[in-house]
T-cell receptor, first 111, second 109 residues
Framework: DSGVTQTPKHLITATGQRVTLRCSPR?????VYWYQQSLDQGLQFLIQ???????AKGNILERFSAQQFPDLHSELNLSSLELGDSALYFC??????????FGNGTRLTVT | GQNIDQPTEMTATEGAIVQINCTYQ??????LFWYQQHAGEAPTFLSY????GLEEKGRFSSFLSRSKGYSYLLLKELQMKDSASYLC??????????FGGGTRLMVKP
């Protein structure tokens, strides 16, 4: 168990809808990262937060947004969903100079 | 920006040794990581190199040459459960971790 909690595990929704994915980092970790992994693809970095502030941005679509709250949990909001957004979404957390620890992911299916 | 290359697939025999290579180009370097990922599961941390040389951890070892932008993961005494994807990742400026596409390793009896 990595200590990173993601909910929900599975999400099935229709095109055009909006969903929110939730992540609780490991105790003591201030950094939260979001990654997208489409079928048989690599991990694509979306966004990083550190102690509530956006630290780095990757290939995140304008339809996607995220935030990190004062209690350090983070949410990833995906709107105007398209079929191509179907993927595994991973959250990871870390402390400075330490490895990233990943949650079990949320599997999003857009129909 | 960062560019990370590793082979797409490799096959090896149970009990053997396999070396998975990774080359990278990065504008800032704060360490190289190897992760293992079974299909549909979360990546799990295997090893971390920030200085040149070899880091050994049981059956797994990882090597880094910063001047060559090169790393490898060495897996010894392969077991069937080692069949998985192995992800090379580089931490650049701003603590951001960028992953390569992963190497799918198939271990055969």
């Amino acid at each position: 168990d990595s200590g990173v909690t993601q909910t929900p595990k599975h999400l099935i929704t229709a095109t055009g809808q909006r969903v929110t994915l939730r992540c609780s980092p490991r105790s003591g970790d201030l950094s939260v990262y979001w990654y997208q992994q489409s079928l048989d693809q690599g991990l694509q970095f979306l966004i990083q937060y550190y102690n509530g502030e956006e630290r780095a941005k990757g290939n995140i679509l304008e339809r996607f947004s995220a935030q990190q709250f004062p209690d350090l949990h983070s949410e990833l909001n995906l709107s105007s969903l398209e079929l191509g957004d179907s993927a595994l979404y991973f959250c990871a957390s870390s402390s400075p100079n330490s490895p990233l620890h990943f949650g079990n992911g949320t599997r999003l299916t857009v129909t | 920006g960062q560019n990370i290359d590793q082979p797409t697939e490799m096959t090896a025999t149970e009990g053997a040794i396999v070396q998975i290579n990774c080359t990278y180009q990065t504008s800032g370097f704060n360490g190289l990581f190897w992760y293992q990922q079974h299909a549909g599961e979360a990546p799990t941390f295997l090893s971390y190199n920030v200085l040149d040389g070899l880091e050994e951890k049981g059956r797994f070892s990882s090597f880094l040459s910063r001047s060559k932008g090169y790393s490898y993961l060495l897996l010894k005494e392969l077991q069937m459960k080692d069949s998985a994807s192995y992800l090379c990742a580089v931490r650049g400026a701003g603590n951001m971790l960028t992953f390569g596409g992963g190497t799918r390793l198939m271990v055969k009896p």
